[in-house]
């Protein structure tokens, strides 16, 4: 088909990165199908399957050779052609697969049902997966910590409400983000260690068909389902299953892909929030346009982008847990078509997001002028509270000086609002005599209102992130490019 004429996916052509691309592409999944029928065969072999009965067909060297052989050499147009006649694509895989290797064509799938390998591959994809996007995680999270490493002590204002609460430091900030984003890597962490195999389990998951083949002998049938799980690079898999592997366990891997999105968007908003107070701007180079009607523009792209795919990326959990909540019994197939899309299109969008997010951090811009001058501009309110407590220690009177600050406060709130075009409320304190015991060069020391801001970024950084920084040395110092 012309690919200027119909629809294509944004997330293949505009924001996934290649790898992650094709990792879920369809030479890498029937690749892997027949990689999983060679692994079937040989481990069928090795365990001596023999054809005592004059019915089992008996599984020989040379026809497991000519599977490996052609692995990956797929001819896609046969298999549609027998798909189409078929309807069902492990037959149409099957027959395609069978047609190049004509002496090993009997012993194809032998034993197996379709999950065999639709499901074992789903797992594999899904591992690989995750340790993709934990590996880019990886980056993000050093990528942040560096930035808050610099920016420990740059006070800024803090928010409740997104009205000025007391200051916080712009590193202290940036830690919060990267918590997040490393709640998220235990979470990736853990979903690797428990993930498994389904394995080698029948039609309905009791192992019927692989039980007949070896003659009733139950300890060869066991040591078929964790031979095969071995040679596909699983050491364990799930104890027991239907016809497929309980649709739980991709509900818990979109969770956690979810959990990346929620991060990220958080993340995102709080950077268009700080570039609307001209406080901290992500990457712009020197020729990106801002709008094409409105050439001054300096839009925040970046984080716009992410946090629109962050959206999409958690809506995608909840079609999960409806899949695992609605299977009937041993499996229905309603959930396949959903998992066509929302398994690949989760890794391609939770991919696109970590790239945006280790974009965004390793080229963050901070404004150290504009923080400054907007922290001065909200200070002498944060300050009323340390002068008056000054103040009273100078034998003032608690009542007094309390409606003296307030009058002042109230004073030149009204007169900004007005079209003032400064907060004069410490000259008003100043002159007036009620608080003229008040040391205001001590009591306006910054340092005073960060708190431990500082020292909590330093503790943050040796306990939480050297850890993660000691166990994957090799993947820090990522960068990743923006691809539009």
Known sequence: MDSFQFYDNPLVTRYAGREMAELWGPQRKFSTWR????????????????????????????????LRVHVDDIDFARAAEYEKRRRHDVMAHIDAYGDVCPDARDIIHLGATSCYVTDNTDLILIGEGLRLLRDRLVGVIDALARFAARWRDQATLGFTHFQPAQLTTVGKRACLWCLDFVFDLHELEHRLDTLRFRGVKGTTGTQASFLALFHGDHQRVRQLDRLVARKMGFEAVYPVTGQTYSRKIDSQVLDALSGLGQTAHKFGTDLRLLAHRQEIDEPFEAEQVGSSAMAYKRNPMRAERMCGLARFLTSLSVSAAQTAASQWLERTLDDSVNRRLTLPQAFLTADAVLRLALNISNGLIVNAEVIARNVAAILPYMATENILMAAVAHGGDRQQIHECIRRHSQAVTAALKAGADKNDLLERLKADSLLAGVDFEAVLDRGQFIGRAPQQVDEFLIEEIEPIRQRYRHLLGQTAEVAV
């Open 35 to 66: 990689r999983l029928w060679v692994a079937l065969a040989e481990a069928e072999h090795e365990l001596g399957l023999r054809a005592d009965d004059g019915v089992t067909p008996r599984i020989t060297s040379a026809q497991i050779e000519q």
